[in-house]
């Protein structure tokens, strides 16, 4: 990776601002708005995402929108509210979910989906199926302070997507389902993945919980099984800061006699996958607890990966977070969280691309040159730092500027270390 003739020192910031603006044009699109109960271009987030094309920017404000599904077409999707004041639900149909909240499919290497500060949930009763759902792209995904919540079936799953990244983001796929045709729960994952590559940075990833057993009158229901947090096959994973927890099984009543039922794993990593972990803490599931001396069920396993791999990378996670959105005219605010001494750099790149794992540095890049950087001084003793640099108002016709960002951390020991990405949305004039 090439840095010494990329990274400006501290005193030119603005300079690195502006520079980074004024070589963004391809990234000039139309910007739709979307408000459920306000003046806005559109009331619903898919009317929004069908009227866009490739580079266009969907500003969601407050309110709670249906489902979304992009189909090959590059886009950010950006809250313009408070944290956890923009959602995305499920369809439901007679209290039962029929789809997902959000679908992404069949993007080429060439084009690149951002969802930053949305929510999505699925909250049917007893739904079972998926709060996102992510299949066959080539190009990068990225999640950035946003929580997919199922009421009982599977948060997430991907497959055949080459790049899928979560930052600062919960991932709970609730309870087990119920699946009354067999009469018992079935357990669901936070997160499962098959021929894909997946990171993690500062997210917080449940199986479902198994629930205890419970009678009504003369219906009764055994426990269940806890579900893993991530499941994966043929796949890679970065995780930093994160944290994976296998859901507790369930446990049995005093009557009738039965016993309680095993708990879900925190990683399960089949079919010739990779995971590595820096700073994560993986924990299994606890097996519930049985009536009559039928027995507990059986704690779930931290790790088990067959004939997968779990490496443990040396040193702790580093963070970054880039306000957003902001307006042109004001500033951006940056928090880092990493070492005492740090030596910081913030790289600001013009495209989200495909990560990458970098070997020489044990960690994943997010950006490709060309990107510029800023020196952006040290961690201070408390182990974060903060920084802001102003942005120029947006030249004519440019009605927003979208960038990534990405920040590397050399300690005092002069080993590298890289955050996760921030991608950062710059609002033009009446935005």
């Not at 979208?402 to 270390?417: C, N």
Request: include cysteine; charge should be negative; proline fraction near 7%.
């Amino acid at each position: 990776m090439m840095l010494a003739n990329q990274l400006a020192p501290r005193g030119v910031r603005a300079l690195v601002a502006l520079s980074a603006l004024a070589t963004a044009a391809f990234a000039q699109g139309n910007v739709w708005t979307v408000d459920d109960d306000q003046p806005a271009d559109f009331d619903d987030v898919q009317d929004a995402i069908d009227a866009a094309s490739n580079g266009d920017l969907v500003l969601v404000r407050p309110g709670a929108y249906g489902p979304v599904l992009i189909d090959d077409k590059s886009l950010t999707i950006q809250a313009d509210g408070a944290p956890g004041s923009v959602s995305v639900n499920a369809p439901i149909s007679f209290f039962f979910p029929t789809g997902p909240a959000i679908t992404i499919a069949n993007l080429a290497a060439s084009r690149s989906v951002v969802l930053r500060g949305i929510d999505a949930t699925s909250t049917g009763f007893q739904s079972g199926d998926l709060v996102a759902w992510l299949v066959g792209n080539a190009g990068p995904v990225l999640f950035e302070d946003g929580s997919f919540v199922n009421q009982s079936g599977d948060a997430i799953n991907v497959s055949a997507s080459a790049s899928v990244t979560f930052t600062r983001c919960l991932i709970d796929p609730g309870e087990s389902f119920y699946d009354s045709f067999i009469s018992t729960y079935l357990k669901r994952m936070g997160v499962s993945a098959t021929s894909s590559g997946l990171a993690f940075y500062d997210c917080e990833v449940k199986g479902s919980l198994g629930p205890d057993a419970w009678t009504f009158i003369l219906t009764h229901n055994p426990p269940g099984a806890g579900g893993d947090a991530l499941r994966i096959a043929g796949s890679t994973v970065f995780a930093s800061g994160t944290s994976f927890t296998g859901g507790a099984g369930g446990s049995a009543e005093a009557t009738p006699c039965e016993p309680g039922f095993d708990g879900g794993h925190g990683i399960v990593a089949g079919g010739a996958s990779v995971v590595r972990a820096r700073e994560c803490t993986v924990t299994a599931g606890a097996g519930g607890l049985g009536s009559c001396g039928l027995g507990d069920g059986a704690d779930g396993l931290a790790i088990d990966a067959p004939p997968g791999v779990v490496v443990t990378l040396t040193g702790a996670a580093r963070s970054l977070a880039a306000s957003s959105p902001v307006s042109g005219g004001t500033q951006i605010d940056l928090a880092f969280e990493g070492a005492p001494g740090d030596q910081l750099f913030l790289m600001i790149g013009l495209e989200p691309t495909a990560h990458v794992w970098v070997p020489d540095y044990a960690a994943v890049q997010h950006l490709a040159p060309p990107f510029v950087g800023l020196n952006a001084g040290a961690v201070g003793a408390s182990g974060s730092s903060a920084l802001s640099f102003p942005i120029p108002n947006l030249g004519p016709g440019f009605a927003f500027a979208r960038y990534p960002s990405q920040a590397l951390f050399v300690s005092t020991t002069g080993q590298v270390f890289h955050a996760g990405p921030s991608t950062v949305t710059i609002k033009g004039p009446g935005l």
